[in-house]
């Protein structure tokens, strides 16, 4: 079997400050095979996005954070890499897009510009005019009409739902194996957060992209992942097949947290206990692929 | 039929930019029962928020008539009007001023209506406090020391300070986890029965607003497109963008992704 494209062993994280050290992530572990959509769901404060940006190696260099565990991607172990070679991987072969499209980009410069200096960092010295084609590709491919304008646009021009097709098409210009989509449309209407999930899904999937998807929103999990991880306070509580997780939720917080979504199909409003001792149950793990078949 | 406490009438309001007009909210018409949770939905620039703004007295209305609980509104509303109609933002925090105490906050509400006197304040930011399920020693509390959903118990609070009768809720559990939500959700509906308060719902959040409203108001691009129970606006929408709006909410359950498919096969 090949490596995994991503695999977290027993991640953990604290941070030092004025009154002793704070656990953020207690023994995390996570992976990602090749061409597969895996979803971190949880709620703020629960670590979700502290993982993200330890996978892109951002957390590492802020003053004050522990960072233990093993990180392998791609087979070689990411802690080991030398900085300048960790440093050349993002936005290569590992890239984000944020939760707000509109102030991830740089409103000082034309969308052809920033999309310019995407493609030479995979492809260092690309003239214009092979940027400018390739450019008109990519966003062909998230179906934005006339990319030419799009591209002569500065992003306040740009309605947020393009500027999302924009950074999807920039995440993805220079053909990574991993993409982290942190919280991705949740600063967007619904019917066009549903649009974008649908282009980025198909995207995806043309290209064979893993990706790790960060959400609160269990309906977006739902229609997006393959498998889902629920990570509560630090720790995964539940994984499994996505339409295991939400058939039968085996974990206490999981059944909490989808009692507490409120339905299109009505039924009231229940209450559900912000905290309880039973969140914090051992793992519940359901059976992947070839298992999951023998066992049902 | 009794009067309605609140009534938009053929309310528009219209911007003017660089010469040209923007038409914010269009010949809007709603009567709102004393006693409702009616809900305005729509995406951004839909008009819901400065049809909030119109109804709290922010903006004035380009043309047409609010009337509440008989008698028209004037542009500059009287003290008794502002006591009676109050609003919950969106995100606690930028709404309490993060300098002052929680109960110096709730206080201010009584300084300004001049209700009570200086021991009767204390002892009613106190009561005020334990009506939205918070430990009356909060008050001592600055606003950053609270989670999420405690400081929008005590936005809450604030708004019912001064016996309101009408609350305008603007997204009020958005910027909040869906555990959270649930409970606040919980405290309002517990609130406008025990008080006999009326709300004006205003969100984006169509699975919310089927669980909490009464009626539901639909609104695109300033127009309101679709008004009904909240049951009917459900199970048989009869605009198109109403259907739309439905068959884009992201839902976890079976029954939810076959109404959902209902809907959408219904429109096309």
């Known amino acids: ?296 | 039929m009794t009067a309605p406490l609140l009534a938009l009438q053929n309310l528009s309001k219209t911007f003017r930019s660089h010469g040209h007009a923007v038409h914010a909210v269009q010949d809007v018409s709603i009567d709102v029962a004393a006693g409702e949770c009616l809900a305005i939905v729509g995406e951004s620039g839909s008009g819901k928020s400065t049809l909030a703004n119109m109804v709290l007295g922010i903006l004035a209305p380009s043309a047409g008539e609010i009337r509440y609980d008989g008698q028209a509104l004037p542009a500059r509303r009287t003290l008794a009007h502002r006591r009676a109609l109050q609003l919950v933002q969106q995100n606690p925090l930028s709404a309490l001023n993060p300098k002052r105490s929680i109960g110096a906050s709730l206080r201010l509400a009584f300084d300004v209506h001049r209700i009570g006197d200086r021991a009767g304040r204390t002892a009613r930011v106190g009561a005020l406090l334990e009506d939205v399920g918070l430990p009356a020693d909060f008050a001592q509390r600055p606003p950053a020391a609270l989670s999420g959903g405690q400081r929008q118990r005590v936005a809450i609070a604030r708004a019912l300070a001064c016996d309101s009768r009408l609350l305008v809720l603007d997204e009020p559990t958005s910027a909040l986890d869906v555990l959270v939500q649930s409970r606040i959700l919980r405290l309002l509906a517990d609130l406008r029965a025990e008080h006999g308060l009326t709300y004006l719902f205003i969100s984006h959040d169509l699975a919310v607003v089927r669980n909490i409203a009464d009626r539901v108001a639909v609104f695109e691009k300033g127009r309101m497109v679709e008004l009904a129970p909240t049951d009917r606006l459900f199970t048989a929408p009869e605009h198109p963008y109403t259907r739309r709006l439905i068959s884009a909410v992201p839902v976890i359950t079976e029954d939810e992704i076959t109404m959902r498919d209902q809907l959408a096969h219904g429109a096309a």
């Open chain 1, 1 to 296: 079997m090949t490596d995994p494209v991503l695999a977290l062993h027993d991640l953990r994280l604290a941070f030092k400050g004025f009154t002793g050290t704070t656990e953020v992530l207690h023994g995390l572990s996570l992976s990602i095979d090749r061409g597969e959509r895996v979803a971190l769901v949880g709620e703020s404060g629960s670590g979700k996005s502290v993982t993200a940006r330890i996978v892109l190696g951002l957390i590492q260099e802020m003053r004050g954070a522990k960072v233990s565990g093993r990180l392998r991607f791609q087979g070689q172990d990411l802690d080991r890499l030398p900085k300048r070679a960790r440093h050349g991987l993002r936005g290569t072969a590992m890239s984000m897009i944020f939760q707000d499209p509109t102030s991830s980009l740089n409103p000082a410069y034309r969308i052809g510009t920033q999309f310019r200096e995407v493609l030479a960092r995979g492809t260092p010295g690309i003239t214009a005019e092979a940027a400018t084609a390739r450019a008109t590709a990519l966003l062909d491919e998230v179906a934005i009409p006339q990319p030419d304008r799009v591209l002569a646009a500065y992003p306040f021009q740009l309605s947020g739902g393009m500027n999302q097709r924009v950074m999807i098409a920039m995440a993805l210009a220079n053909e990574p194996a991993l993409l982290i989509a942190d919280e991705p449309g949740t600063a967007l209407d619904v019917t066009v957060q549903a649009q974008t999930l649908r282009l980025m899904r198909r995207v995806v999937e043309q290209h064979g992209t893993a990706v790790l998807f960060i959400s609160h929103n269990l309906g977006v999990v739902r229609e997006f992942a393959d498998r889902t991880y629920v990570i509560y306070r630090g720790r995964i509580v539940e994984h499994g097949p996505t339409e295991a997780v939400f058939h039968t939720p085996g974990h206490p917080y999981t059944r909490a947290l989808m009692a507490a979504q409120p339905r299109i199909t009505g039924g009231g409003v229940p209450e559900i206990a912000e905290r309880d001792a039973q969140y914090g149950d051992p793992m519940v793990v359901h059976p992947t692929g070839a298992a999951a078949g023998a066992g049902a």
